[in-house]
């Protein structure tokens, strides 16, 4: 009960320490300024002023609110705090002094004696609580030194917050015994008390040495090769490994404060990460209405979620998947409690759908993400192929220019660059209908479109293919031995499509992040299998299917045609290719959406052929039929298409 009642006044006993320690540092300045033995005159002066002092330093410290700080977190930015406050008292006490006409009765030997007696006496105040509540919880701790032997990689700020963090870990579950570090200033040093081993290199030593159980890497700016270095060797050494989250995933809310993260796929990718510009992102979308078509969808709804955080004034989804929608929806809602979210659900093939959602929205931005994506299946269904990523692009981007959109951003891909399969080539179209279809080159509206390589973990890329089958127990399948590809994660994705729209001199052309090296599929899977913590072809055997129609081996940045151009933006370029002959474009779309309506399906891939030219033969799908009722009728189609193309 007494504690608890003391604890209710902890100010105010914090306020009468503060004034008492006032009396020690004021009578200890007079008594070693006098060597112990002031005489009256310096007594008389010590009483006579003292109420002043004790005055204004209780009142400079509830103005730097000293009184409200945690003893036991006590650090470097409160005992520059202190310093302040004690100079402000002292200063408040010599101009107390000057207008009271005490000043020649105090000596001013006593004044600065003073006030360094208050801040050591204040400082070793706070420093001795936590040095006693650290000692109790590092008794706690000893205790529990049969917890998991760690080893840290990295000897940073990182690992200098994860240490600090088990200090007062009272259950003592990780007992880190050793630190790694590159940095020749920090070797042979210690941070809390822990030494520096060696350099990363020495981690095979440590581990076998110290009998390590854990290895936590704690490198913020470790890049995906280092990481990849470290985790091979954990695998090798058959170690457990975890990773500290860096302060930003902890602020976004991607990882949890304090926990330990797994390793992801993602983390291996041997390519930087793009340096993401949110300023310049937020100068673009602020306060503006943004319209995402496949909002829902992986690329769509990280966009979704990137420009909520840049203040539109209202996010537009479209979407044909009524259930994904709603969960997107529901995040975005919670996230971001003020921002206008309005999920719709719809075919942006409909060319009457979709013009009812931009004259009733008016966006100022349009992402069109929804496409067909799948290779082989679009092999099977080259009528719905064309119908969604031409048709429905050109309904998006007509409309878009026809309410006054302000931008307009194609989500493409590298499989459009000298493509080989249908889906390629309609993304192609697609590029082709963007930059260079009559009546929206004419338009106010900006163009651009974005190509990038496969997004990492998106729904029914290989990565989630090859969980899938971890988890049943199957083997992985991958199609060659040397398919290669170039990946990014979907933030990388989402952040590259946000810089394109923001570059002025990308209007009317195509934009491409500099996508690093292409990674082997056997790679990706070998490494899941290791991360999983089995052994590939001995706990799970990888099996190769063969290319399916329509797969390169290696994909291509760019056709012979095309070259590119550096921008503004690190790593993010411009490429240039011609689409000046808007009449041969629009004349071809109207052959091939004619053709893919009636079923035909060599007369489409014909027509594909016409508008891409630079097709990488065969590109021969396999024209399984679709019902005619999912497509519009040919009269409707085709008097469609007229209107677009007249703009009316």
């Known amino acids: 009960m007494f504690p608890t009642r003391l604890l209710r006044h902890r100010r105010l006993l914090i306020l009468a320490a503060h004034a008492l320690l006032a009396v020690m540092a004021y009578a200890a300045a007079f008594v070693l300024r006098f060597d112990g033995k002031p005489p009256a005159s310096a007594v008389s002066a010590f009483v006579n002023t003292l109420g002043v002092l004790v005055v204004l330093r209780l009142a400079a410290f509830v103005a730097f609110e000293l009184h409200r700080g945690f003893y036991k977190h006590f650090g470097l930015v409160d005992l520059i705090t202190l310093a302040k406050a004690v100079t402000a008292g002292s200063v408040a006490f010599v101009v107390a002094l000057l207008a009271l006409g005490w000043w020649g009765a105090v000596p001013r030997s006593v004044v600065v004696i003073e006030w360094m007696i208050t801040l050591l006496l204040a400082g070793g105040e706070r420093l001795a609580v936590r040095y006693t509540l650290e000692g109790r919880l590092s008794r706690l701790a000893r205790r529990g030194a049969r917890g998991k032997r760690v080893l840290v990689v990295g000897a940073g700020e990182a690992a200098e917050r994860l240490l600090r963090q088990l200090s007062h870990d009272v259950d003592g579950r990780m007992n880190v015994v050793a630190l790694l570090d590159d940095d020749p200033g920090k070797q042979h040093r210690s941070l809390h008390g822990v030494p520096v081993a060696g350099e990363v290199n020495c981690l095979d030593a440590v581990v076998r040495r110290q009998q390590i159980e854990l290895v936590v890497i704690a490198i913020s700016s470790a890049s995906p090769e280092q990481m990849r270095r470290i985790v091979e060797r954990c695998l090798q050494l058959k170690v457990e490994f975890k990773r500290l989250p860096s302060m930003r995933e902890m602020l976004q809310g991607s990882a949890k404060a304090g926990v330990l993260a797994d390793v992801q796929l993602e983390h291996l990718l041997v390519r930087e990460p793009v340096a993401f510009d949110e300023e310049r992102v937020s100068r673009d979308l602020g306060g503006s209405v943004v319209l995402i078509t496949g909002g829902a969808g992986s690329v769509g709804s990280e966009l979704a979620r990137q420009i909520a955080r840049a203040g539109p004034a209202k996010l537009v989804l479209v979407e044909q998947a009524e259930s994904p929608l709603y969960f997107v929806d529901l995040e975005l809602r919670k996230a971001h409690p003020d921002l206008e979210v309005v999920p719709v659900i719809g075919d942006i093939a409909d060319q009457e759908t979709v013009e009812r959602i931009f004259a009733e929205h008016r966006p100022d931005h349009v992402y069109h993400a929804a496409a067909y994506k799948h290779v082989p299946l679009m092999e099977c269904n080259i009528r719905e192929a064309v119908h969604n990523n031409v048709w429905g692009t050109l309904c998006v981007a007509e409309c878009a220019a026809r309410w006054g959109a302000r931008k307009f951003v194609l989500i493409s891909t590298d499989k459009?660059?000298?493509?080989?399969?249908?889906?390629?080539?309609?993304?192609?179209?697609?590029?082709?209908?963007?930059?260079?279809?009559?009546?929206?080159?004419?338009?106010?509206?900006?163009?651009?479109?974005?190509?990038?390589?496969?997004?990492?973990?998106?729904?029914?890329?290989?990565?989630?293919?090859?969980?899938?089958?971890?988890?049943?127990?199957?083997?992985?399948?991958?199609?060659?031995?040397?398919?290669?590809?170039?990946?990014?994660?979907?933030?990388?994705?989402?952040?590259?499509?946000?810089?394109?729209?923001?570059?002025?001199?990308?209007?009317?052309?195509?934009?491409?992040?500099?996508?690093?090296?292409?990674?082997?599929?056997?790679?990706?899977?070998?490494?899941?299998?290791?991360?999983s913590g089995l052994e590939p072809y001995r706990d799970v055997q990888i099996v190769f299917t063969g290319l399916r129609p329509g797969e390169k081996l290696h994909e291509e940045l760019r056709s012979a045609g095309e070259c590119t151009v550096p921008t503004t933006v690190e790593k993010v370029s411009i490429v240039q290719t011609d689409e000046v002959d808007g009449a041969g474009v629009q004349q071809g779309v109207e052959r091939l959406l004619a053709s893919a309506l009636r079923g035909e399906a060599s007369a489409s891939l014909s027509a594909l052929r016409e508008l891409v030219p630079e097709c990488v033969p065969p590109l021969r799908g396999m024209g399984v039929a679709t019902p005619t009722s999912t497509l519009p009728s040919r009269e409707r189609a085709t008097r469609a298409v007229a209107r677009l193309a007249t703009g009316r």
């Open 416 to 531: 459009a660059v000298r493509p080989s399969s249908v889906m390629g080539a309609t993304k192609r179209v697609a590029e082709r209908i963007v930059l260079g279809w009559p009546s929206l080159r004419s338009s106010e509206t900006e163009f651009h479109a974005v190509r990038f390589g496969n997004v990492l973990g998106s729904d029914g890329s290989v990565v989630p293919l090859f969980q899938r089958q971890l988890a049943a127990g199957e083997p992985l399948t991958v199609t060659h031995p040397d398919v290669r590809r170039y990946f990014m994660t979907i933030s990388e994705a989402a952040q590259l499509v946000l810089h394109a729209a923001a570059l002025s001199d990308a209007a009317g052309r195509i934009t491409m992040l500099d996508m690093g090296e292409p990674i082997r599929i056997l790679d990706l899977a070998e490494n899941l299998v290791r991360l």
